[in-house]
Antibody, heavy 117, light 106 residues
């Protein structure tokens, strides 16, 4: 079964840092681009970041550029999102998603990041 | 950035009725549009990709159509489990963008 399991979310103060992980199973991670998508409480879906198969190409939403870093370890079947200089507006559920020619399938269950003092 | 506008924001229907959801793009995106279903407390699930192709395991009552800037998701006869929020998403350009969602409620 193809599965993505995120971890690493939690409560962090403004200006703080957090590292999210996404463990992939049931497929070969190195064969796929991967994405992070977030959803603020009671809001819609927002694309955050993209990484290609080997990690040589990354893209970011303007709102997180320079603060977030996406990376992957294909040998460990794990995707990461390093988040620095966190702001209240970064509060959201963060989803790890497999990219299949631009379509997002499947999605992980999500991990909640709360930025608050 | 391509803006996707979904309408209506909320669709109030009964089981057995037909649901028609719209997604309009701010510029042409060919057929590069997908639809996702999200139920409360759950992650989104891919329903339709490339405007009209059903994802694996999606029932035949779901269908998608459109190209260019105007797209439609149709649920021919609503089942109780279809009541959810539906989002459209484009892959024609970076950044990938989503519509704001349409809630299908009883």
């Amino acid at each position: 079964e193809v599965q993505l399991v995120e971890s690493g979310g939690g409560l962090v103060q403004p200006g703080g840092s957090l590292r999210l992980s996404c463990a992939a199973s049931g497929f070969t991670l190195s064969n796929y681009w991967m994405q992070w998508v977030r959803q603020a409480p009671r809001k819609g879906l927002v694309w955050v970041s993209h990484i290609n198969n080997d990690g040589s190409n990354t893209l970011y939403a303007d709102s997180v550029k320079g603060r977030f870093t996406i990376s992957r370890d294909n040998a460990k079947n794990t995707l990461y999102l390093e988040m620095n200089s966190l702001r209240a507006e970064d509060t959201a559920v963060y989803y790890c998603v497999r990219d299949i020619q631009g379509w997002l399938d499947p999605w992980g269950q999500g991990t909640l990041v709360t930025v608050s003092s | 950035e391509i803006v996707l506008t979904q309408s209506p924001a909320t669709l109030s229907l009964s089981p057995g009725e037909r649901a028609t959801l719209s997604c309009r793009a701010s510029q042409s995106i060919s057929y590069y549009l997908a639809w996702y279903q999200q139920k409360p407390g759950q992650a989104p699930r891919l329903v339709i990709y490339d405007a009209s192709n059903r994802a694996t395991g999606i029932p035949a009552r779901f269908s998608g159509s459109g190209s260019g800037t105007d797209f439609t998701l149709t649920i021919s006869s609503l089942e109780p489990e279809d009541f959810a929020v539906y989002y459209c998403q484009q892959r024609n350009n970076w950044p990938r963008t989503f519509g704001q969602g349409t809630k299908v409620e009883i």
